[in-house]
């Protein structure tokens, strides 16, 4: 029981920083629907090109990758505040403070969550407004915010990990380049099928490409190898939670 109150006075103080800091809360809100206008309009003729056949449309097809890229980077910009906050050293009071260490990585993944789900609320609905077109039926779209809320946790969870070792803002870099470099080696612009050379062989092997594909295929009504993009998912947020409560136990040992 000693968890739940450290994971809530974790998340509130995390999301009122946030939210009432406007140099943290607008980034990580303007940069997906800069991303949505600027994939999903400036690139729609990319869905005349001859093998593109996606029913929904090609702003359907953009908006699940920027969701998901929203997911993601919610969880890590959660991670720089954890950095942020041992740089500070208000999360070495906190260590000393809190009865179950535990919940204050939880409490942080809490913030995470529901920082990115403000995020993903104004996206649906810009998205709603520019003819984001859905094939699916209910259970397909709470697919699609399910994978959504797993990749958020995976991201959050590997900048965590991060931040707790490292302990200083510098580390950010190092949270956020693995998680783009992932995000945008998977089939962003058009289906796998029509990528070629070594960027097709890229694709093929990322574990985000099958999320991806899964989450376009709810919308579409019609989702591929749902078990695997799950599967990849929550094995994906299993083994980073172990990675950042070993980052915990780094921080516990670093004092």
């Known amino acids: ?40 309009g400036g690139l729609s003729q990319v869905s005349h090109v001859p093998g593109f ?12 990758f920027v969701l998901l890229q929203s997911a993601a980077f919610g969880g890590v910009f959660t991670g720089f505040g954890v950095a942020r906050d041992f740089e500070t050293g208000f999360a070495r009071r906190l260590l000393l403070a809190s009865p179950n260490r535990s919940g204050i990585v939880l409490g942080y993944g809490l913030a995470a969550l529901a920082r990115w789900a403000i995020t993903a609320t104004m ?37 965590c ?48 490409t099958y999320v991806l594909a899964t989450g376009r295929g709810f919308l579409a009504g019609d989702p591929p190898h749902v078990a695997l993009a799950f599967g990849l998912a929550v094995g994906s947020a299993a083994v980073l939670a172990l990675w950042a409560f070993r980052g915990l136990r780094n921080a516990e040992a670093a004092g």
């Open 161 to 208: 990990g991060i931040g707790m070792r490292l302990r200083t803002i510098q580390a950010g870099p190092l949270m956020q380049m693995p998680v783009f470099l992932t995000l945008f080696f998977a089939p962003v612009y058009v289906p796998l099928e029509l990528l070629q050379g070594w960027i097709h062989a890229v694709a093929r092997a990322n574990p985000v």
């Open 53 to 64: 056949n996606y029913p929904p449309g090609y702003t359907t097809f953009q908006f699940v």
């Open 1 to 40: 029981m000693r968890i739940w109150p450290v994971a809530q006075g974790v998340a509130w103080r995390t999301l009122k920083i946030v939210l009432t800091t406007p140099s943290l809360f607008f980034p990580s809100l303007l940069f997906p629907l800069f991303f949505f206008t600027a994939f999903a």
């Open 123 to 159: 996206l649906t609905m810009i998205a709603l407004i520019a003819g984001l077109n859905i094939g699916g039926n209910g259970v397909d779209v709470f697919g699609l915010y399910l994978l959504a809320v797993l990749v958020n946790m995976a991201g959050f969870l590997w900048s």
